[in-house]
């Protein structure tokens, strides 16, 4: 058995490196759909015991609620900042239950419950700490571990391997894991390219029924179409996106 950590921003403020392709309301729609991914493959794997939303959203609770997860505001750890948000609320899960914690970020629309199968066995193989690195191996998007094996956390630039130097100079046992579905994280337009690419793999998503064969979807995809660095073609590329 395993539990999960999903720290969420602010909606209202999520995703604001899209803005300027997106609405603050289609900001807030797709960092909401995203997260329910996540919360739905969560829910949906029999080895999650528990899982905990840590937002200072106003609307956390009743996601959190839809999908059996506790809610915990961020405001009750009395600290600032991600990292030091995560090591509070990590001890007192891995104190209250010694089973191995999945901290995991809210915008992984792709993520599935054999991602989190795939976590789990690389975990169980050696122990220590499993890194679930971004797609360029550089950033880290899901931490597995036990009380014994929690990192310092790192997460900021170039934080996958800041976190296996910082596990490792702890004598802590580390290794990369890197699967589409958890390395898909989106926060720039080259990424939400990505997403569009791959999202008719994924048809029963939120995320997908937010984007797929819409009008919000056909619009981005034209406005990403005008954009030189996102290599993104509405027709060849949907449906196309590869591991």
């Known amino acids: 058995?395993?539990?999960?950590?999903?720290?969420?921003?602010?909606?209202?403020?999520a995703k604001s490196r899209l803005s300027g392709l997106l609405r603050p309301s289609e900001r807030r729609a797709l960092a909401q759909a995203m997260v329910e991914d996540v919360l739905q493959a969560l829910a949906a794997h029999p080895a999650i015991e528990r899982i905990t939303l840590l937002s200072d959203d106003p609307g956390a609770h009743l996601l959190a609620s839809r999908y059996g997860a506790d809610y915990w505001p961020e405001a009750e750890f009395c600290c600032r900042g991600l990292n030091l948000l995560l090591q509070r609320a990590s001890e007192r899960l891995l104190q209250r239950e010694s089973?191995?914690?999945?901290?995991?970020?809210?915008?992984?629309?792709?993520?599935?419950?054999?991602?989190?199968?795939?976590?789990?066995?690389?975990w169980r193989s050696e122990g220590g700490l499993v890194i679930g690195s971004d797609l360029h191996g550089t950033g880290t998007n899901l931490l597995a571990f036990d009380e014994g094996g929690m990192p310092p956390f790192r997460f900021g630039p170039g934080s996958c391997a800041r976190h296996l130097e910082a596990a490792r100079a702890a004598g802590i046992p580390a290794r990369v894991l890197q699967r589409e579905g958890i390395a898909l994280d989106v926060d720039e337009p080259p990424d939400l390219a990505r997403l569009l690419s791959s999202l008719a793999r994924y048809p029963g998503g939120k995320t997908a029924k937010l984007l797929l064969g819409t009008a919000l979807g056909e619009r981005i995809g034209l406005a990403l179409e005008s954009l030189p660095d996102t290599g993104y073609d509405t027709g060849d590329q949907l449906g196309q996106g590869g591991r």
């Open 1 to 13: 058995m395993a539990q999960a950590l999903v720290p969420l921003k602010d909606l209202v403020e």
């Open 99 to 122: 089973i191995p914690l999945l901290v995991l970020h809210g915008d992984l629309p792709l993520l599935q419950p054999r991602d989190i199968s795939a976590v789990l066995a690389a």
